[in-house]
Structure formats: C-alpha cells, structure tokens
C-alpha cells in the first residue's frame, strides 16, 4: 500500500458565459501572421535561387520545408490565439483526436473500471478488499480526464454502483461470492473517486448505504481530514461489517499520509472507531481488527513527532 497520494485534484470551474461558438474575431491576426511567415518563406526561397546552381532542386525542397512546417505553425498560432476561448470548452470535450486515433472520454473511464473488476476477480478473497497501487492509479488517470462539467455523469456512475451494492447485498447469500462482488463494486468506486471528490458531503450524509459506501471509497483514495470524525463513526452498531472494513482503511490511508498537523484529529478518529468496534458483538465486527492497531501506530508515530 502507497504511502503517499497525489496531490488532490483541482476541477477547474467552467464560466458560465461559456458560448456555443469560438468568437473568430481573432482570426485576422492569426490569417496575416501565417501569411507574413509564408511569404517570407517564399522570399527567403527566391533570394536563394538566384545564387543557386540547380534552382529547381532549391525550390523543390524549400516546398516540402514549407508543407512540413504550415500546420504546426498553424496549429500554434491557433492555440496561441484561442487560449482562453478553447480551454472554457475542454470540460465539454467529449472526444480526443489524434493522428489515426479517436478515444472517446467515457471510453477511458469504462476501461479503468473494467481493469478494476478484472483485478479483484483475479485475486484470492483475502486480497480483494484491499487498497492497492493500481487503484490509486486509476483515480488519478479517471480524474484527469474530467472536470466540474463531468460531475454529473461521475455522479450517475456512482449512485448506478451504489445501487448494485444494495442488489449484491440483497440477492446474493453471505460468502465468498458475495464478498468478491461486493469488491468489485468498491474498487470501481475507487476509481471514479478523486473525479467524484466534490460529491462526498451528499453520498456520506446519504440514508442509503450504498451512497455511503461511495463517499467511504472517495476517502480511500483521497484522504479528506475533515470527515476523518464521520468516517470513524462508520465502525460501529450503524454499519454492517463490509462498510466498517472499508471505513477502517480509509482511516488507515489518511494516516499514512497523515501530517503533524492532523494528528490532533486523527487520534480522536481513531479512539471512536475502536470504541465503536469494541461496543459491538463479536458477529456484528469486521474480521480486519489488526487494521486498527495500525492506526493506532500512525497515531502514535505523528504523537512521537510532535513532542
């Protein structure tokens, strides 16, 4: 497991006055500057020719200088020009073109909680629950590529796996099959956790489970200091055992990433989840109570530190 994280992500919030159009008022400049930069090719070209022995092959290459250079030139005055305009819509970009190669957006999220379910469903029951590398990779690769404009299509994603957490739970009896279902679920919840970051004061102050589960997933990858209270309190007589597992080591990432400066909350985090756990009846607890006495040694690591 990661010690560290990336830093959380900024979603850039779009201007309302965003146009339909890009204003092409600035397209005279850019038209003179690639007819100033031509022409003095061509001139350059002439001048060249006059002291050449084989002007033909002079101009013939000077030709195929001008083709490979015209639509980089182009491209550059473009985006120079169109900075502000062209970065208002990238939250609305749906799809990337390149050179032989179209990827669409939702195309990227799709594969990344496709790799998500295929490595749970590779792994033994007792890995399927953990919190590994690639999960924190696709986090960060899913929010890249969205922003403040793709909320709500993150948000659908998310209450859709919510919802089949409560499906899981409901038609499938307790045991291995079950289990490894159900973590399929969190790690593509993990996935689309630093995109759905904004959302997790309305999924952890949800009634449904599974919207809690969701906001429990966001802290797994990315560590929020200010829930660290509401967090803790998920290890206790309101959540069944799967959700107390997961809210125990979204604890543990934030105390592994943890500063001086957060030590103060997360010593009281970490005393309510174990007198959460210890008020609750052997069946009723997680199976993982070794993951708490690692928090405890974070605690104490960051206690150690400030003294």
């Known amino acids: 497991m990661e010690r560290s994280l990336a830093s959380r992500t900024e979603f850039p919030v779009g201007d309302e006055s965003q146009k339909a159009m890009i204003d092409w008022l600035p397209l005279r400049p850019v038209l003179v500057g690639i007819a100033c930069f031509l022409l003095l090719l061509v001139a350059v070209a002439m001048i060249a020719a006059l002291f050449s022995a084989e002007p033909g092959r002079l101009l013939t290459g000077l030709a195929e200088i001008i083709k490979a250079l015209a639509w980089p030139a182009v491209t550059a005055l473009v985006l120079t020009t169109f900075k502000t305009p062209l970065a208002s819509q990238f939250g609305r970009v749906r799809k990337i073109a390149f050179p032989g190669t179209l990827i669409e957006l939702d195309q990227i999220v799709d594969q990344k909680l496709q790799d998500a379910a295929s490595e749970v469903q590779a792994q033994s029951i007792g890995q399927t629950e953990a919190i590994s590398s690639a999960d924190l990779d696709r986090a960060r690769a899913i929010g890249r590529v969205t922003t403040t404009e793709n909320l709500p299509e993150v948000k659908t994603r998310m209450m859709d796996l919510a919802l089949r957490y409560r499906e899981i739970r409901g038609t499938i009896a307790r045991g291995d099959e079950r289990t490894r279902a159900m973590a399929v679920i969190v790690a593509q919840m993990r996935a689309l956790g630093q995109a759905a970051f904004p959302l997790r004061g309305e999924f952890a102050f ?102």
């Open 206 to 307: 949800s009634d449904d489970p599974g919207k809690r589960l969701t906001a429990i997933a966001i802290a797994q990858v990315q560590p929020d200091f200010t829930m660290l209270g509401w967090i803790a309190s998920r290890v206790g007589p309101g959540e069944r055992a799967f959700i107390q597992y997961h809210a125990t080591e979204a604890l543990l990432m934030a105390a592994r990433n943890a500063d001086i400066a957060q030590s103060v909350n997360l010593a009281q985090a970490y005393h309510i989840a174990k007198s959460g756990y210890e008020s609750l009846p052997e069946r009723r607890r997680m199976k993982r109570p070794d993951l708490l006495d690692e928090i405890g040694k974070e605690v104490e690591r960051l206690s150690t530190a400030s003294s």
